[in-house]
Structures are given as C-alpha cells and as structure tokens.
C-alpha cells in the first residue's frame, strides 16, 4: 500500500492544451469491505462505461469534444492510489487507452488487508485536490465517488463536502447497496442527504451487482453531457 502522491504531468499530452469541456476525477472505494467481487465490478465497470457507444457519443456532441479524466482509489485518510493520472479522452481509441490502464492497474480486491475504513471525506477531499491541480481548463469539474459504504473513518463529510462545493465543483456518487440493506436506511439515501452536492449533482442506486454496468454509464453519460435536458434530478433515482 503507498500513500497518494500526485501525478506530476498529464499521462497523454502536453500540459499546456488539455482543454476539455468536462473534467472527471472518479473516486473509487478500495477499502476493506470490497472483495474481489465488488474490485472487479467497479475496475471493469469504469472500463467499459468509458468505451461504451452511449458516452463517446456525448463527449463528441460538446463544445470542445474531449473530457480530462483521473482514477484513484481511496480507503482510510492517506490509503490513497492514483490508478490513472490526468488524461484527455477525445474519441473511442483515447478511451479504449485509458480504459486498459484502469483494467490492468485497478484494484483486485485480493490484498484488502490494512486498508482500514471508509473515509468518504478524504475521497472528496482527494479528488478536490486533483480537480485543483487539474492541467488545463474545464468547463464542469465533477468528482464521481462509487462506494459501498458510508464515511465511517477519518473526518466528517460535511467540512470537505462545503470544500468541494465552494470551489465550484459538483459531487456524483453511486451507491453499491449490500445485500441486507434496510430499504429505510438506503446508502443511496445516505449519499443524497449527506454527500453530493454542487451544479444539478445526482445520485446513483444499483439494484445489484449486475446493474452496476448499466447505472454506471447513464451516469457518466450525464456527466459528459454539457446539454442541460440531458441531466437527471438532484435526488435518488428510482
């Protein structure tokens, strides 16, 4: 386990002209409670929503026709790994090259021991930072958290949520929901009350693992999409 250190330069091209209409940092739990099971899901999930027809198709209908996006993994405060540094996604061969790093490089669940809990606000708190540091210009910055758990280490959510918000960045999440979930005390309603946040920001539920795919993609689909009609609510879907 290494602690994060940031990228020093952009993974495909010259700092000075990443200029994308939407900048992605997708934080995604790696903490002791994902089993090789949920690792796989959310490491090829990523993968193929950012190949899929559905998005290649709303980055090239934007203003400029390409996204900025990074991948980390998060657990407890300083358990923190950059998967993918900055990199611009312009059409399908672009995608088709970040999409092999995350499947290759991402999380496998197998070496879970030591990672400790779900620190929530140090996810935000990480991908503000690499929003800050993002090399070159955007015109949405979004942070895309999937997690199976509520904050349950480090400090509380609220401070770094504000943080994030402040500097006009929007929260996304999506919910992993166990499969003994209270109905009443739902992880999607979790995130709605007390994590997203920002510009039309939404949460995601899952009905299952076999639904991450799906749910993953109308997401990001969202995300890239610079058309507001295009956005789902503030709220939990159904």
Not at 140 to 165: H, T
Not at 167 to 192: H, K, M, V, W
Not at 200 to 216: C, E, H, K, N, W
Request: glycine letters at 8%.
């Amino acid at each position: 386990m290494a602690f994060w250190d940031p990228p020093a330069h952009a993974a495909n091209l010259d700092l000075a002209v990443m200029n994308v209409d939407v900048a992605i940092a997708f934080a995604v739990d790696f903490s002791s409670s994902i089993d090789p099971k949920l690792a796989d899901l959310q490491r090829e999930g990523h993968a193929a929503a950012l190949t899929a027809p559905e998005i290649i198709s709303a980055i090239s209908q934007n203003y400029i026709g390409c996204i900025g996006v990074t991948y980390f993994e998060w657990s407890s405060p300083g358990y923190t790994r950059t998967v993918l540094p900055w990199t611009r996604i312009c059409g399908l061969e672009d995608a088709k090259a970040a999409a092999s790093v995350i499947s290759k490089s991402g999380d496998t669940g197998y070496f879970r021991r030591g990672r400790g809990g779900t620190s929530v606000s140090a996810a935000i708190d990480v991908g503000s930072l690499l929003l800050d540091q993002f090399p070159g210009n955007a015109m949405k910055k979004v942070i895309d958290i999937s997690s199976n758990g509520e904050n349950n280490d480090g400090l509380p959510v609220q401070p770094s949520r504000v943080n994030a918000i402040a500097r006009g960045y929007t929260i996304n999440a999506i919910a992993i929901p166990s499969a003994d979930e209270d109905p009443g005390q739902s992880l999607a309603s979790y995130f709605a009350r007390s994590v997203i946040g920002g510009s039309q920001a939404f949460v995601i539920s899952t009905s299952g693992p076999r639904d991450y795919i799906t749910a993953l993609r109308r997401k990001l689909v969202t995300e890239v999409s610079m058309n507001v009609d295009r956005y789902i609510p503030a709220t939990e879907p159904q």
